[in-house]
């Protein structure tokens, strides 16, 4: 069971990692030096940013566990 736990934290954690990383590679992607952004659309990429990871960091642990409940 402890096991099982531990599994899905670790591949929730590389799942929010990777996503988060993606998302900022993206962001950084899309920079326009010549365009000022506003400090709210700021805040809301950032909001965006870590909503998304974590929903990226759940279904890689729930996937991660299905296969663990196949084998």
Same mark, same amino acid.
Do not use: N
């Given at each position: 069971?402890?096991?099982?736990?531990?599994?899905? $934290? #670790?591949?929730?954690? *590389?799942?929010?990692? *990777?996503?988060?990383? $993606?998302? #900022?590679?993206?962001?950084?992607?899309? &920079?326009?030096?010549? &365009?000022?952004?506003? =400090?709210?659309?700021? @805040?809301?990429? #950032? @909001? =965006?940013? $870590?909503?998304?990871?974590?929903? =990226?960091?759940?279904?890689? =642990?729930? *996937?991660?566990?299905?296969?663990?409940?196949?084998?």
């Amino acid at each position: 069971m402890l096991e099982t736990i531990l599994g899905c $934290l #670790k591949w929730g954690a *590389v799942g929010f990692i *990777v996503a988060f990383f $993606l998302m #900022k590679l993206y962001e950084a992607s899309h &920079i326009h030096d010549d &365009i000022p952004k506003p =400090a709210f659309k700021i @805040r809301q990429s #950032k @909001r =965006a940013a $870590l909503v998304l990871s974590t929903f =990226a960091a759940i279904l890689s =642990a729930l *996937v991660w566990l299905l296969v663990q409940k196949w084998d």
